[in-house]
């Protein structure tokens, strides 16, 4: 069955060190989310992308930010200095086919960030 | 734009009990409506769905909700926990014309013996 994948799974950065997080969505959907998730807390939107460009992104995705689909299969999610409170999960999901779609978000295992 | 309720952000039952997570939802659109579940150290895992067909949705590992539009609510059940059941569990609503979700606060499961 297809399946959204992330890595790395785990990465642990120096406060003010980029980062990158990868994705491969489901090959043949056509949306592309991010999402993260602070240790303990609730699942919050970061940013959501459509035909190459960002289509909603939330407060929290600021320019520090910035995604990427860089090819046909990846989607990236850079941060471009770290800081303490960017320590969380960060789950990439995609969704909708060209036949259209149920809502249904398909999630990675995520990508657990700890910056020091 | 919409969003999800969560109230309680603990639960706790016997084995064996009767599970009733709640969520309210708000939208200006008819929703969607997704439970997911969080094992430990793991990612998330669509329970059900709600897409506007049966009210009623039936879901893995013997859980079900009912959708109620008069009270905008979309709580999760099981007639009876098992230990494997603890988890978080995150009630989510999308918006039919964006796809985007928004998450509930979570809430957690605990089954005692």
């Known amino acids: 069955e297809p399946e959204v994948t992330q890595t790395p799974s785990h990465q642990v950065t120096q406060m003010g060190q980029e980062v990158i997080l990868r994705c491969v969505p489901i090959?043949?959907?056509?949306?592309f989310y991010w999402y993260r998730q602070i240790l303990g807390q609730k699942v919050e939107f970061l940013v959501s992308f459509y035909n190459n460009e960002i289509s909603e992104k939330s407060e929290i995705f600021d320019d520090q930010f910035s995604v990427e689909r860089p090819d046909g299969s990846n989607f990236t999610l850079k941060i471009r200095s770290t800081k303490l409170e960017d320590s969380a999960m960060y789950f990439c999901a995609s969704s909708v086919t060209e036949q259209g779609g149920s809502g249904e978000l398909f999630f990675g295992e995520g990508s657990r960030l700890t910056v020091l | 734009a919409q969003s999800v309720t969560q109230l309680g952000s603990h639960v706790s039952v016997s084995e064996g009990a009767l599970v009733l997570l709640r969520c309210n939802y708000s939208?200006?659109?008819?929703?969607?409506l997704f439970w997911y579940v969080q094992y430990p150290n793991q990612g998330l895992q669509l329970l059900l769905k709600y897409t506007s067909a049966a009210t009623l949705v039936k879901g893995i590992n013997g859980f079900e909700a009912e959708f109620k539009k008069s009270e905008t609510s979309f709580h999760l059940t099981k007639p009876s926990a098992h230990m494997s059941d603890a988890a978080e569990y995150f009630c989510a609503v999308s918006d039919r014309s964006n796809n985007d979700m928004r998450f509930g606060a979570g809430t957690r499961l605990t089954v005692k013996p």
């Open positions: 090959s043949n959907h056509l949306y």
């Open positions: 939208s200006s659109v008819p929703p969607y």
